[in-house]
């Protein structure tokens, strides 16, 4: 099956910068990737859609609380999909998952976790 795997998290102050990334592998060319996405899950609280892109790059969407901070990308050629985060509050804290949503399946990450305090 498809694997995801995440990385670049880690502890960053308030305004900080960090980007993750989330490379795949274990598919073949008979799967087709429709979107990849970022969720994160802070303790005590529901996993959240953060940021998603389309198999193609052309069309993006955020959660309205990082719009403008966060930037999701995708190098097809890497089979790499990217979040940068700017600006980044305490809020932001959780820890974050790579989805992928494929013609033959939904797959998850293991998560990367990210924390920001001063």
């Known amino acids: 099956q498809v694997q995801l795997a995440e990385s670049g998290g880690g502890l960053v102050q308030p305004g900080g910068s960090l980007r993750l990334s989330c490379v795949a592998s274990?598919?073949?060319?008979?799967?087709?990737?429709?979107?990849m996405a970022w969720y994160r899950q802070a303790p005590g609280k529901e996993r959240e859609l953060v940021a998603a892109i389309s198999s193609a790059g052309y069309s993006t969407n955020y959660a309205e609380s990082v719009k403008g901070r966060f930037t999701i990308s995708r190098d097809n050629a890497k089979n790499t999909v990217y979040l940068q985060m700017n600006d980044l509050k305490p809020d932001d804290a959780a820890v974050y998952y790579c989805n992928g949503v494929f013609s033959r399946g939904d797959y998850w990450g293991q998560g990367t976790q990210v924390t920001v305090s001063s």
């Open positions: 274990g598919f073949t060319f008979s799967f087709s990737v429709y979107r």
